[in-house]
């Protein structure tokens, strides 16, 4: 993975248009043709698309075990494509390498094969274990590729309505954020009435697409924790105005929107909205932010992390967001307020981690089960995110609840 894109900003991108395809798979051929034509991802591409999409779908209608297929338009700050993820709980394949050279397409599909579909992609991944099943991502750009397809992205998400619903009330969102002459302050605790400072610069993002200025003033000095055990002994523990680091980093969302539906989807959009376009710098200020915007929703579960690049981690959380830093033998996770962000914020707390390098920062709803370990993630750690997040989905997710998953990585 490239360390940044060619116009110099993090790797990012954000997902919409989701839509699942779990007892008709074959139902995503006609849905990705649309997907393409409607982004503008050009004829020739659309139809590299959908034979990929055609192929997959026909591998996981007749060898897999409760398949499904995700499709969702995915798009940076300059263009837009396709992502599509193939995920089913059995066979599994034991020979991976094997089933990518070409030839060894299985009877019954288009007999294009696995390695076909990985040279149409721009981005194709694999991850199959045998009697547990197999985890597919195929990622389509317009071509000739954009200079700001670059690189792997740091974070990426996955998000399931429950069983019955067309709509989740699950969401998340990341977006870049650099050192300025001038930042947010820390504003009062949530809930008090008081309005924001005024506004000042930062560096454009999602919240710039939109036209929204953040409000900000000259930040206090920098206050380091001192050092305590912790992930690679380093401190792990509250931090008093918290002040977002020097250089790029990002800050990334997960929310859970109360109970499900159509009322808690209000509820997530309106989080996803405030985050991207209130400019705050800081977990604990987005919080604040994001519990005046949803007054007057349900209300939701929310936690948030700043990554700096070199692993200095910030983070706030209200509600049953399970937060979790995780490598290849560790599992840490991180501490969240009771509340429902919209309704009922206490004193909120920024806590300082550092994420390793080779870790992982992992989030996701009550949809999931919190039963699961480091070695239900050890084999996956070096893959993308998005996939991750779809492993994590089918080992721990259940069908009584909207779920999602997060995952992040610190910048290189």
């Not at 995503?28 to 055609?54: D, F, K, M």
């Not at 390695?115 to 194709?124: H, S």
Request: hydrophobic share 40%.
């Amino acid at each position: 993975m490239g360390p940044l894109t060619a116009a110099g900003a993090l790797p990012l991108v954000d997902s919409e248009d989701v839509a699942w395809f779990r007892d008709r798979p074959d139902g995503a051929r006609g849905a990705a043709a649309a997907l393409g034509r409607r982004i503008g991802l050009g004829e020739q591409r659309t139809a590299e698309l959908v034979l990929a999409v055609a192929e997959l779908t026909a591998n996981v209608t007749k060898y897999a075990v409760d398949g499904s297929v995700l499709l969702r338009v995915v798009r940076n700050e300059a263009v837009a494509g396709v992502e599509l993820i193939v995920v089913d709980s059995g066979p599994g394949m034991a020979d991976v390498p094997g089933a990518l050279r070409d030839g060894s397409s299985t009877a019954g599909t288009l007999g294009i094969g696995l390695g076909a579909v990985g040279r149409l992609a721009d981005t194709f991944d694999i991850h199959s274990q045998p009697g547990l099943g197999t985890v597919q991502l195929a990622r389509f750009w317009p071509h000739p590729l954009p200079p700001s397809v670059n690189g792997e992205p740091l974070v990426a998400g996955i998000t399931r309505p429950i069983g019955g619903e067309q709509v989740c009330g699950d969401a998340w969102a990341a977006r870049t954020d650099t050192d300025t002459d001038t930042v947010p302050s820390v504003a009062p605790p949530a809930g008090n009435g008081a309005s924001p400072a005024p506004d000042g610069p930062v560096r454009p993002s999602w919240s710039a697409l939109t036209g929204t200025q953040p409000f900000g003033r000259k930040a206090a000095p920098r206050q380091r924790p001192s050092t305590r055990p912790g992930i690679e002994g380093r401190s792990s523990m509250p931090v008093r105005a918290a002040v977002a680091g020097p250089g790029q980093g990002y800050l990334v969302m997960s929310c859970d929107g109360l109970g499900h539906g159509p009322l808690a989807s209000v509820a997530a959009q309106a989080a996803v909205h405030a985050f991207r376009t209130g400019g705050a710098r800081t977990p604990e200020q987005a919080i604040e932010h994001m519990h005046r915007a949803l007054r007057g929703t349900r209300g939701a579960a929310i936690a948030v992390a700043r990554i700096e690049p070199d692993g200095r981690l910030l983070f706030c959380g209200v509600g049953n967001i399970t937060t979790a830093l995780v490598t290849t033998g560790t599992r840490s996770t991180l501490l969240s307020h009771p509340g429902i962000v919209g309704h009922q914020v206490h004193q909120l707390r920024t806590y300082e981690h550092h994420l390793p390098s080779h870790g992982i920062l992992v989030m996701h709803s009550d949809g999931l089960s919190e039963r699961w370990r480091p070695v239900d993630l050890a084999g996956l750690l070096h893959h993308p995110p998005a996939l991750i997040a779809t492993a994590l989905l089918r080992h721990a997710g259940t069908r009584r609840d909207d779920a999602s998953a997060v995952i992040a990585r610190r910048p290189r």
